[in-house]
């Protein structure tokens, strides 16, 4: 089962390879990952998407907490939660059909780049629906991709902070 894991750390040297070494010793796969600035630098926030069972979970946010840099965990799949995630398509000029311009349209797609031979587009959604037009889209149209990975935040008052 997919897990979003969003931990708060404090942004120091080595903070992030700890994190990703304890999945690593506990041979966890991490799907995604995505660090970045919070507040006003001294701490960051990751978003670790995985999958396990809800007792895999459960070990994993019990050893993150344990790491000294390690502010707070929280697994966003808990509950209601925002998740989203970012996409760069690059295709061939020919093969940018009208199903694939209806498939971008509900993600927000826009055209970044368009010349005589390629047309570059970005997209944003919920990480199922990026899925799905990635699928629908065929790998045969694509000539490269970029993903964000997952972005995600509980819903309503439920904060992940000091």
Do not use: W
């Not at 368009?114 to 799905?132: L, R, T, Y």
């Amino acid at each position: 089962m997919k897990r979003i894991i969003s931990i708060l750390l404090e942004n120091k040297p080595g903070a992030l390879a700890r994190v990703v070494g304890l999945f690593h010793q506990r041979g966890y796969n991490i799907e995604s990952l995505n660090v970045g600035p919070v507040f006003d630098g001294t701490y960051s926030r990751m978003t670790v998407t995985t999958r396990g069972s809800e007792n895999d979970v459960e070990q994993i946010t019990k050893q993150i907490n344990k790491i000294i840099d390690v502010i707070k965990v929280s697994d966003l799949t808990e509950g209601e939660h925002h998740e989203y995630e970012f996409i760069l398509i690059k295709y061939n000029k020919f093969k940018l059909t009208p199903k694939i311009q209806k498939t971008l349209k509900p993600l927000s797609g826009k055209v970044l780049e368009k010349n005589i031979k390629v047309i570059v587009m970005s997209a944003f959604g919920p990480s199922s629906d990026i899925e799905k037009a990635i699928k629908t889209i065929g790998k045969s149209n694509l000539l490269e991709i970029a993903r964000s990975g997952c972005l995600g935040l509980h819903e309503g008052e439920k904060v992940l902070k000091i």
